[in-house]
């Protein structure tokens, strides 16, 4: 992120002070091109080494400087590029869907997101479904491009300047934030529940069977003799009734089927 901001003249300063025997560690990586977040470095070493066929661990100053270039290079064509090599693990030059997955994993637990955890698979089968129409099973550097660069060629016909492009790729993948406040709750909402349906069915299901039963003796009640003598004390009190039966009986079930287990 920071990388960019300053030139080769610095980091060749610091290459010096680092290296040892003119090489420099994977885990110096970071520290030399003045990238605080050290596990992001060491995974963008990973990916720009593993392209260039280096398993060393340590690269010589040619090398970095040919490193430098790529990334702070802001042409969309470069981007892209180092993004790629970063989710192909063993640079085959295509990304299969178990490396989407991998990498959803990985983000998921960088960022404490149990729930994207638990949906990495269904995701990882999403991007693959939008990435790979053919159904080859997996993903090529051009595919990647098209979906990036279809959206901007869409609203301004042709666009060729690649930093405009890359401000146009960086507007597509921040999603834009909603103006209207309600607007943003009700899409907050949807994503709440496309995200947690599996835990909010069984909750609706139980209020449902709840409201159902006070309905159906609240209206039975009504229609006897009782409630014109007592109003609607009487209904409501049975309907609540006939709920904290059902309740009773829900706590119950595990009781019973432990007993079984048991036996
Ligand atoms: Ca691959």
């Not at 939008?130 to 979906?147: A, K, T, V």
């Not at 834009?176 to 909010?200: G, L, M, Q, S």
Request: with cysteine.
């Amino acid at each position: 992120k920071s990388v960019g901001a300053e030139g080769w003249a610095d980091v060749e300063k610091r290459f010096d002070k680092l290296a040892v025997d003119g090489l420099l560690l994977r885990s110096r990586f970071g520290q030399c091109i003045g990238m605080n977040e050290k596990e992001f470095a060491g995974e963008l070493f990973d990916a720009l080494a593993r392209r260039r066929g280096i398993v060393t661990g340590t690269i010589t100053k040619a090398v970095l400087r040919d490193f430098w270039e790529q990334l702070s290079d802001q042409s969309f064509d470069a981007r892209i590029q180092t993004f790629f090599d970063m989710v192909d693990k063993d640079a085959d030059g295509r990304i299969t869907e178990a490396e989407v997955r991998e990498i959803i994993s990985l983000s998921a637990s960088a960022n404490k997101l149990s729930t994207l955890q638990d949906h990495a698979d269904e995701y990882a089968a999403l991007i693959m479904e939008e990435l790979d129409p053919d159904g080859l099973g997996y993903i090529e550097l051009h595919n990647l491009e098209m979906l990036l660069l279809q959206a901007p060629a869409h609203s301004s016909g042709t666009v060729t300047d690649s930093r405009k492009l890359s401000q146009l790729l960086s507007q597509k993948l921040v999603p834009t934030k909603e103006p209207n406040p309600i607007k943003r709750a009700a899409k907050k909402f949807a994503y709440f529940v496309e995200d947690n349906w599996k835990r909010i069915w069984p909750i609706l299901l139980w209020l449902g069977v709840c409201v159902g039963l006070f309905t159906w003796k609240f209206v039975q009640y009504k229609n006897r003799y009782v409630f014109h003598v007592m109003g609607y004390c009487v209904s409501s009190a049975k309907g609540a009734g006939e709920t904290l039966k059902f309740n009773m009986a829900l706590i119950l079930l595990p009781v019973c089927r432990n007993t079984i287990t048991w036996l």
